[in-house]
């Protein structure tokens, strides 16, 4: 599986920490089982806009159907907002640990960006969120199935191309 991850400067350092984790995930057969694409900041930059980063990290998740994006900002909230004004994407945003919230988003709604607030949750529950996120798997029950497509047929009548 493909993850693209991306921040702004409140993110960066946790940015940094998760996508090592994640790199050394399962590595059976000395194999990693996710291949990483950072597409930035690759420094830190106080100045920097999220925007910057979170719209080519969710146009490359919305491009590739089996990929999956982890975007890191101070609260999340930003970063998960714009994300979602990507055709394709359904971005959800954690602060803190709790399983059945890591678990729902990717069984019922089959979150494809997960937004976290890097001010608000410790680098070790960032961690568990991000293992239990990548392990859960869409349930492709009926009624989250129908939901699902609601939202892309909304999305395909009402979407208006963003060209930055």
């Not at 990290?57 to 909230?77: F, L, M, N, R």
């Not at 293992?131 to 009624?143: D, H, P, V, Y």
Request: charged letters at 35%.
């Amino acid at each position: 599986m493909k993850i693209y991850f991306a921040s702004d400067h409140a993110g960066f350092e946790l940015k940094e920490k998760l996508e090592e984790f994640v790199q050394h995930l399962d590595l059976s057969a000395g194999k990693a089982r996710y291949e990483i694409e950072d597409l930035g900041p690759f420094t830190f930059n106080a100045d920097d806009d999220y925007p910057d980063f979170i719209i080519p990290c969710a146009q490359k998740v919305a491009e590739d159907k089996t990929a999956v994006g982890i975007v890191i900002g101070g609260s999340g909230q930003g970063e998960a907002i714009t994300a979602n004004k990507i055709k394709g994407i359904r971005a959800v945003v954690l602060y803190d640990y709790n399983e059945d919230i890591v678990k729902l988003s990717r069984e019922h709604n089959d979150a494809n960006v997960l937004s976290l607030g890097a001010r608000f949750i410790s680098e070790e529950n960032a961690k568990k969120a991000v293992k239990l996120w990548l392990e859960t798997k869409f349930s492709n029950e009926e009624r989250h199935k129908r939901r699902i497509e609601k939202i892309k047929n909304y999305e395909l009548k009402n979407y208006i191309k963003f060209e930055p």
